[in-house]
């Protein structure tokens, strides 16, 4: 359903590589809410990915570009400013990446030139996007910025690896950020700490399917799906949520208060029945 909520803005959208991720979510449901918007990502995703169907299906144009590399976000922002005719009201910061997660390195055994890597893409890269635009003066009066987070930035949870800082890092930089382009421009920046989520960077993340089982079981409202994620997106980028700023907002079906649920702890006990011997599944992460 469509709301117009975001009439004759303009945006910049990061990170949707296929129709499962949750940039592409986003950018669906800015176009039904009437947003005109520039679609980005790395010129390898662009290559891998879908992004032509969605540019074609929303009306937008693809520019390239490496969110760690300033050059390529300055070329990004004029670009933008070019083709949308002024200034932008919201950007979406949709990117994660870890080559220790990739490569399978345990958090106890972190190739460090991967660990920079990681929380140069996942979280300076969001302070990049917002130090350039701020440089260029990009983002109208009262705009919005969001970036994705995960609550693994505040609990530990088996498997995240050093993406877990990344996350911690980036909620920090919308806070810091936050506050210099409140003060100044009025500009909000927040994150959004989705639940689990089946998407290519949600499935390289270890035990997934049981993480998202787990916490399934665990939210009173269940997982928060792409979809419903995009929606909660489009209402930050509203004008409905004008004084949200510097927060770090769960969308997670309320996982986030929970300590144990009914459904949950009936499925542990279930494992004794079963005969599972939890002293055997060590493999030290
Ligand atoms: N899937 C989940 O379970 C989940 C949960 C909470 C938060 N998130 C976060 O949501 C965001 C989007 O991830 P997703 O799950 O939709 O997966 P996705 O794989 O569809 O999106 C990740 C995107 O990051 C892009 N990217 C990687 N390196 C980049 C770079 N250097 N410059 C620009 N873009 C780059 C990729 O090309 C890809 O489009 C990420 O920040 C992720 O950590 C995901």
Known sequence: ????LLKGKKGIIFGALNDMSIAWKVAERAH?????FVLTNTPVAMRMGEMDELAKKTGAQVIPADATSIKDLEELVAKSMEILGGKVDF???SIGMSPNVRKGRKYDDLDYNYYQKTLDVS?????KVLQVCRKMDAINDWGSVVALSYIAA?????GYNDMADAKSMLESIARSFGYIYGRDKKIRVNTVSQSPTI??????VKGMDSLIDFSERMSPLGNAD??????????LFSDLTRKVTMQNLFHDGGFSNMGMSWRAITQYNKSFEDGFDISQARDGD
């Open 1 to 4: 359903m469509s709301y117009n």
């Open 32 to 36: 039904e809410e009437g947003a005109t």
């Open 91 to 93: 950007i979406l910061h």
């Open 123 to 127: 979280a300076m890269s969001f302070h």
């Open 154 to 158: 505040q609990r530990t949870l088996y």
């Open 199 to 204: 998407t290519t960077a949600g499935s390289g």
């Open 226 to 235: 792409a979809l419903e994620c995009a929606d909660y997106c489009i209402t």
